[in-house]
T-cell receptor
Framework: EAGVAQSPRYKIIEKRQSVAFWCNPISGHATLYWYQQILGQGPKLLIQFQNNGVVDDSQLPKDRFSAERLKGVDSTLKIQPAKLEDSAVYLC???????????????FGPGTRLLVL | AQKITQTQPGMFVQEKEAVTLDCTYDTSDPSYGLFWYKQPSSGEMIFLIYQGSYDQQNATEGRYSLNFQKARKSANLVISASQLGDSAMYFCAMRGQGGSEKLVFGKGMKLTVNP
């Protein structure tokens, strides 16, 4: 079974530029998550989708970050304009179904390492 | 709100020895799940083991076991017979009972296995 796919793996941009990340979850997984992991910290949830609806985006900096999952499968996370503090690893994860709640295991992709200069 | 504490910044262990990675947590939810993930230098978070708050027995998955002490609010990961490939960052995480509860991670700790 294929895992969570993400692209690109690495991205270097200058501040005030825009960037987009793509994620394809495990086939059949209804729930998709985007996390930001700053160096030396654990991942922090940015946004959570159930199919194509947003469940939680309380920690998404909405003035510059946006995300969509239009057909309930793959998803795109965008940053516009980027700031120096956005340098981090952006991880995508998926799980089978939110209905299983706290028991649901999330499976992660390889991440995208973003460096903002 | 949930909180995870991992106080060990780094540990060293000899190959083939057992090692315990500490994790304490705080929550007011009566039901919750605890997870351990491994993150090698490649960056991917790899799921290792899960423990439910009402599970009667401590979880085990191959060389990984979880020493769950509910009263102490601790969920320590035990790796038996360490291998060189176990060198990585290890993260403890938890999730509460609500369907939209976030998976909250600790800061992680770095394990180095020496030959």
């Amino acid at each position: 079974e294929a895992g969570v796919a993400q692209s690109p793996r690495y991205k270097i941009i200058e501040k005030r530029q825009s960037v987009a990340f793509w994620c394809n979850p495990i086939s059949g997984h209804a729930t998709l998550y985007w996390y930001q992991q700053i160096l030396g910290q654990g991942p922090k949830l940015l946004i959570q989708f159930q199919n194509n609806g947003v469940v939680d985006d309380s920690q998404l900096p909405k003035d510059r970050f946006s995300a969509e999952r239009l057909k309930g499968v793959d998803s795109t996370l965008k940053i516009q304009p980027a700031k120096l503090e956005d340098s981090a690893v952006y991880l995508c994860a998926s799980s089978l179904d939110l209905a299983l709640a706290f028991r649901e295991t999330q499976y992660f992709g390889p991440g995208t390492r973003l460096l903002v200069l | 709100a949930q909180k995870i504490t991992q106080t060990q910044p780094g540990m060293f262990v000899q190959e083939k020895e057992a090692v315990t990675l500490d994790c304490t947590y705080d929550t007011s939810d009566p039901s919750y799940g605890l997870f351990w993930y491994k993150q090698p230098s490649s960056g991917e978070m790899i799921f290792l083991i899960y423990q439910g708050s009402y599970d009667q027995q401590n979880a085990t998955e191959g060389r990984y076991s979880l020493n769950f002490q509910k009263a102490r609010k601790s969920a320590n990961l035990v790796i038996s017979a360490s291998q060189l490939g176990d060198s990585a960052m290890y993260f403890c995480a938890m999730r509460g009972q609500g369907g939209s509860e976030k998976l909250v991670f600790g800061k992680g700790m770095k394990l180095t296995v020496n030959p």
